[in-house]
């Protein structure tokens, strides 16, 4: 009989650390907040002063300290690690705040964060500057870029839309009052159609015009006609959309001149105020302008295009340097942008602030997106695997740069958000040519009630 129950007892521990394995693997978050999270904890409350000490991130006490311990206990004065805070647990790691001491910086615990990461068990240690003399360690528990979900709680705001995820576990922002203009660089199916498909549905919801210039005949961008203001689908339709673009960027100079009492001959250059300091009622709404394969733009095989690509190219120029105080951003899209593409290639990706690249077919591509920025970026993106679809490295001219995924959002679901949106549409007059024509939806008749039977979009 003991033996029996010895036997049953090997074989539950077996059961349970068979099904724990499992758990990390298939489901890490429910293995984190059931075992991960309890062990890690422990771990930092057990190690804390000897993994600070091992690490260099202790100093000397205060020298009043060191005399209270010596006359109190006659104890060997140690030295004190950072101060820690309460530690708070979260559905996908650990967040802590330490209070440095004297003559510490955050890079010195930056530099430790790998070393932090062994000690407690985690997938990754990282450091946020929250104030001065306080940083807060961020835990993350398992890869949340493996399978992506977005965090509760944050909300879209104006020109703000949650695009994709951190590798520490917080919401990617695209912001266009922060950063105007991007370049999205990617190989064939490595997600930045995704990117821009998660992008454009969340711009959908909002009282934005949206006006794209697809150049493979819209087949990336016709399905979300219903909701676009404006679609070029060949060449020939961008060098007719650009000047209008143009056009109507000046129109919106003149508006803050006579709002603001400038005189009309006044120069563009001369303008310091911009679009969002008009009164509301008077504000004109907001353009994104998404260029998918923005190489298509600059190959030409004739003189007659190559004049042809000299205007369109220096219409965006225009566009990227003075829409911003307009209200016109840009989202330029592409598998490899460069000085090999033409003239004024290099010019308009230095207005470019916001970068984003995906998985490239060489290291060349990878540094034009991000080698004014960062080496270890550049590093980081060319180790990106093709099995990763919608993994990128995203940065900015300011020097930051993080890994970011895209969530898997199908394109009959955008389509669907574009057609449920298409009153939001703000109507501008000078768009209305290029308005792409969207069918109506059918109506399929079952009983009493008619109910429309969703049909692909096409040009």
């Known amino acids: 009989m003991t033996d029996l129950v010895t036997w049953a007892e090997v074989g539950g521990s077996l059961a349970a650390i068979g099904g724990a394995a499992y758990a990390r693997h298939a489901h890490p978050a429910a293995y984190w907040s059931t075992v991960g999270l309890p062990v890690s904890v422990a771990r930092l409350l057990a190690s804390y002063t000897s993994t600070m000490d091992a690490c260099g991130l202790t100093v000397e006490p205060p020298r009043w300290r060191a005399l209270a311990v010596k006359a109190t206990t006659r104890r060997e004065v140690r030295p004190v690690p950072p101060r820690r805070g309460m530690i708070r647990p979260t559905s996908t790691g650990l967040r802590i705040r330490l209070r440095l001491a004297p003559g510490q910086e955050p890079a010195d615990v930056a530099a430790s964060a790998e070393r932090l990461r062994h000690a407690w068990g985690v997938h990754a240690v990282y450091v946020r500057d929250v104030k001065p003399g306080v ?10 870029l493996r399978k992506v979900r977005m965090p509760r709680g944050t909300e879209a705001g104006p020109l703000r839309v949650p695009v994709a995820l951190r590798e520490d576990a917080t919401a990617f922002v695209r ?54 203001s404006a679609l070029a689908t060949d060449p020939e339709q961008a060098a007719e959309l650009l000047p209008v673009l143009v056009k109507e960027m000046e129109d919106r100079y003149d508006l803050i001149k006579a709002q603001q009492g400038v005189a009309p001959g006044t120069p563009d250059e001369l303008i310091t105020s911009d679009v969002w300091g008009l009164p509301e009622d008077e504000r004109p709404a907001p353009i994104v302008l998404f260029v998918d394969e923005v190489a298509e733009l600059f190959l030409v095989a004739t003189r007659k295009e190559e004049e042809r690509r000299d205007e369109m190219v220096t219409q965006l120029i225009r566009l990227a340097q003075l829409g911003r105080a307009a209200g016109i951003y840009l989202e330029v899209c592409g598998q490899r942008f460069g000085a090999e593409l033409g ?113 692909p979009i096409t040009e």
């Open 343 to 455: 003239k004024g290639a290099t010019m308009l990706r230095a207005q470019l602030t916001g970068r984003v690249c995906h998985r490239v077919n060489d290291e060349a591509s990878a540094k034009m997106a991000l080698g004014d920025i960062a080496p270890e970026a550049v590093l980081a993106s060319c180790a990106i695997a093709a099995e990763l679809p919608g993994l990128a490295v995203v940065g900015d001219t300011s020097g930051g740069w993080s890994r970011i995924r895209t969530p898997h959002l199908s394109l009959a679901d955008a389509a669907a958000t574009c057609r449920e949106t298409a009153h939001l549409a703000p109507d501008v007059p000078a768009l209305v040519p290029f308005r792409p024509y969207a069918p109506p939806m059918p109506v399929k008749e079952s009983g009493p009630l008619a109910t429309p039977t969703p049909q």
């Open 175 to 228: 912001d266009y009052r922060a950063v105007p203009h991007e370049l999205v660089l990617g190989a064939t199916l490595s997600g930045k159609s995704m990117f821009l498909r998660n992008l454009l549905a969340g711009l959908a919801a909002q009282p934005v015009v949206l006006v794209g210039i697809d150049c493979k005949r819209g087949v990336e961008l016709a399905p979300f006609a219903p909701r676009l």
């Open 135 to 144: 940083v807060e360690l961020r835990l993350v528990g398992f890869d949340v």
